[in-house]
């Protein structure tokens, strides 16, 4: 399987309004009915974040959001690439990476660049009314899963720390390591009686 990852080859292509969305998307394994609930609760949340600063979630920019969601929340730009197209025909790269920009703008979506993947914001609006927060992402380096966590308060101390002594403007925290699971089977191979036991 190769994919060609191709710089915005077509700037200037208009960026087409994608039709509706199809009642399904192509290859993706289907949601549950739950899930396509969660879905559209996040996607009317994200448009009413954006209607209270004045400012607008475009089909476009929804559309991508909904293909992250359904995506487990996370995924290169160039899946994001793919399944636009699946759904809507031809749409140019820079397109998607267009509306990604907004998305990230707005905090409804961030960039994990030590894995070079977009995830959707994790926090809703009652973690964080005012949605301006500093992304604290735990990324692990082994199954490569990335959590953000609502702890604020942590990327923030961070921050802060940051600023106070090194003048540094911080924007969000990525923090490497093994996630719980990759960690517990490593503690598992360390110590073979754990798993003798069982
Ligand atoms: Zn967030
Ligand atoms: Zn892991």
Redesign the pocket.
Same mark, same amino acid.
């Given at each position: 399987m190769s994919r060609t990852r191709k710089p915005a080859a077509d700037p200037a292509t208009p960026a087409a309004p994608p039709s509706p969305a199809p009642a399904e998307s192509a290859a993706k394994a289907p949601l549950s009915r739950t899930q396509r609930a969660l879905i559209a609760t996040r996607l009317s949340e994200a448009e009413q974040l954006c209607n209270d600063r004045g400012t607008l979630l475009t089909p476009l920019r929804r559309e991508v959001l909904k293909l992250l969601l359904e995506r487990g929340g996370s995924a290169k730009a160039y899946d994001l690439h793919d399944d636009m197209r699946n759904a809507h025909g031809r749409v140019a790269p820079m397109t998607v990476y267009r509306a990604l920009d907004f998305l990230m703008q707005m905090?409804l979506v #961030?960039r994990v660049d030590s894995l070079n993947v977009f995830i959707a914001?994790? #926090?809703g609006e009652a973690d964080?009314p005012d949605?301006n927060?500093d992304?604290l992402m735990l990324v692990c380096t082994r199954c490569d899963k990335v959590v953000?966590q609502a702890a604020h308060e942590v990327a923030s101390r961070l921050s802060t720390e940051l600023a106070e002594r090194f003048g540094f403007a911080a924007q969000g925290v990525e923090v490497k390591g093994l996630c719980r699971e990759c960690a517990a089977t490593d503690r598992r191979a360390a110590d073979p009686s754990e798993t003798a036991r069982r």
């Amino acid at each position: 399987m190769s994919r060609t990852r191709k710089p915005a080859a077509d700037p200037a292509t208009p960026a087409a309004p994608p039709s509706p969305a199809p009642a399904e998307s192509a290859a993706k394994a289907p949601l549950s009915r739950t899930q396509r609930a969660l879905i559209a609760t996040r996607l009317s949340e994200a448009e009413q974040l954006c209607n209270d600063r004045g400012t607008l979630l475009t089909p476009l920019r929804r559309e991508v959001l909904k293909l992250l969601l359904e995506r487990g929340g996370s995924a290169k730009a160039y899946d994001l690439h793919d399944d636009m197209r699946n759904a809507h025909g031809r749409v140019a790269p820079m397109t998607v990476y267009r509306a990604l920009d907004f998305l990230m703008q707005m905090q409804l979506v #961030h960039r994990v660049d030590s894995l070079n993947v977009f995830i959707a914001c994790s #926090h809703g609006e009652a973690d964080s009314p005012d949605h301006n927060h500093d992304a604290l992402m735990l990324v692990c380096t082994r199954c490569d899963k990335v959590v953000e966590q609502a702890a604020h308060e942590v990327a923030s101390r961070l921050s802060t720390e940051l600023a106070e002594r090194f003048g540094f403007a911080a924007q969000g925290v990525e923090v490497k390591g093994l996630c719980r699971e990759c960690a517990a089977t490593d503690r598992r191979a360390a110590d073979p009686s754990e798993t003798a036991r069982r």
